[in-house]
Nanobody, 121 residues
């Protein structure tokens, strides 16, 4: 299994970015692809996730209504559309594959390399 995150960059507050996570390898219908983020000096926190098969989506409270996670199974890619960005969204964003506990970082077994998102005020 490999995951590669891309699409990060520098954006002004209120702007938008779309992150991509290109996935390869074995993904079951029950697999989960999650997005996490880590700001300097902080823990890596859950942001959003999507069930590979059914497409069920899950969000952290801090991003609900602003971020949307989706997937294109034909392209084996998961997207994170981020709107109304705030300076506190600044972090390195990672995608990862999980199988059971959606919100639990330790349940994710394969991780991409991360992409930097910087939101200026």
């Amino acid at each position: 299994v490999q995951l590669q995150a891309s699409g990060g960059g520098l954006v002004q507050a209120g702007g938008s970015l779309r992150l991509s996570c290109a996935a390869s390898g074995r993904f079951l219908s029950s697999s989960i692809v999650g997005w996490f983020r880590q700001a300097p000096g902080k823990e890596r926190d859950f942001v959003a996730a999507i069930r590979w098969g059914g497409g069920n989506t899950y969000y952290a409270d801090s991003v609900k209504g602003r971020f949307t996670v989706s997937r294109d199974k034909s392209e084996n890619t998961v997207y994170l559309q981020m709107n109304s960005l705030k300076p506190e969204d600044t972090a390195v964003y990672y995608c990862a594959r999980g199988s059971r506990a959606i919100y639990v970082r330790s349940d994710y077994d394969y991780w991409g390399q991360g992409t930097q998102v910087t939101v200026s005020s």
